[in-house]
């Protein structure tokens, strides 16, 4: 079985329609937050829902669901959120309402963020090998009997190994396969439409559950266009401006 596995889309369709059109696969899962800070929510979120509509649930998510919860986000990520309740319909924002904290499928966790409270959203960045939440993240898959999360949030692509005796070894994802052995992994795909890896493409990975093989990948998409969009609807300048240097 192949996994699709995309993060943090961001209202960004042309990132989006980029990556499926352009990969193979059994089953699509995405990792939340479809909508926000980009254009086009109305489209991405469409599209979600004709590829099959699995998703974790994305603080983005939350937040249109939360207005409250808005009071942590960043300016430009609460405008983004209210250009998404504008251009949304009731019927997606309750779709939206049943988008579950995680998705587990045998060994495999597919979640947002970290996974001991999936809700509270925290961060954790390539560099936060003995983040609490990482370590609480381990635990908690060690109880559901998984081995391998896939999460997004942070849109740095990494992989976090651990090691035993709670030791958390960290690997810079480059594009290119890694087999898994019998450790616990947690694995950031990276985001497909607001890269900030410094790398201005559209970042996702698959799995391959048969070969235990991780691959991850990045491709070219059409900036010019997602950041017109992004200028053409009033949003922040510099939220065009980040897409074409992925920051
Ligand atoms: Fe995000």
Redesign the pocket.
């Known amino acids: 079985m192949k996994y699709l596995i995309l993060?943090?889309i961001?209202s960004n369709i042309q990132a989006l329609n980029k990556v499926v059109d352009n990969e193979k696969y059994d089953r699509i899962i995405f990792l939340g937050?479809i909508i926000?800070y980009g254009a086009d929510p109305f489209l991405c979120y469409k599209k979600f829902l004709e590829l099959g509509g699995e998703s974790a649930m994305?603080?983005?998510e939350y937040g249109v669901l939360n207005p409250l919860s808005l009071m942590n986000f960043s300016e430009n990520a609460r405008l983004g959120v209210l250009h998404t309740i504008k251009n949304l319909p009731e019927e997606y924002v309750n779709h939206m309402r049943n988008l579950p904290e995680y998705i587990q499928l045998d060994d495999c966790i597919f979640c947002h963020s970290m996974l001991d409270q999936p809700l509270d959203f925290s961060y954790v960045f390539p560099e936060d090998k003995d983040s609490i939440f990482l370590l609480a993240s381990y635990r908690r898959m060690s109880e559901l009997g998984a081995k391998i999360m896939f999460t997004?949030?942070t849109?740095k692509p990494c992989i976090f190994k651990m090691t035993g005796n709670e030791g958390v070894e960290i690997y810079p994802s480059k594009d290119g396969d890694i087999y898994l052995d019998d450790k616990l992994y947690i694995i950031n795909v990276g985001?497909v439409g607001?890269s900030r890896n410094s790398i201005p493409k559209a970042h996702y990975a698959v799995y391959d559950t048969d070969e235990r093989k991780v691959s991850f990948k990045s491709v070219d998409y059409n900036i010019r266009e997602a950041a017109g969009r992004i200028e053409e609807e009033g949003l922040p300048e510099l939220l065009a401006k980040r897409l074409y240097l992925g920051i």
């Open positions: 993060s943090d961001h937050d926000g994305g603080n983005h997004g949030h849109h985001s607001q």
